[in-house]
């Protein structure tokens, strides 16, 4: 699955495939599912309405990684994470993270039926 969006009047594009996991592994040393299950445990709490709680529990270098992974994923020639996030002015994560947010869950799910 692939969608392109902007960040900092640049076209972006992002990629997820069945790699996807096995390249943030080798990238950042974890695991990616258990990183997105951390990411659904936050917004069941957000859902509660306990958002300090979230809000603490709330690891952004997650957020960052997942969306130079995707990034990386659609265009291997972009450089490492710091260096490409070195390209942008603003990067604003909580307009990027629900724009990706399917592309985040579909080594998960598999198609309706």
């Given at each position: 699955m692939?969608?392109?969006i902007?960040i900092?009047?640049k076209q ?13 592994k ?5 695991d990616?599912?258990?990183e997105?299950?951390?990411?659904e445990?936050l ?9 300090s709680k ?10 960052y990684?997942?969306?130079w992974i995707l990034a990386?994923?659609a265009?291997?020639t972009?450089?490492e ?7 942008f ?9 629900p724009?990706?947010?399917?592309l985040?869950?579909?080594?998960i ?5």
């Amino acid at each position: 699955m692939e969608k392109t969006i902007e960040i900092d009047g640049k076209q972006v594009k992002f990629k997820s495939t069945a790699a996807t996991p096995l390249r943030y592994k080798a990238q950042f040393g974890k695991d990616y599912f258990s990183e997105i299950l951390k990411m659904e445990e936050l917004a069941k709490l957000k859902k509660s309405k306990d958002a300090s709680k979230a809000l603490s529990l709330i690891d952004f270098d997650t957020f960052y990684n997942l969306i130079w992974i995707l990034a990386k994923t659609a265009d291997s020639t972009i450089p490492e994470p710091l260096e490409w996030l070195d390209t942008f002015g603003e990067f604003p994560l909580m307009e990027i993270m629900p724009q990706i947010q399917e592309l985040t869950i579909t080594c998960i799910q598999g198609k309706k039926k």
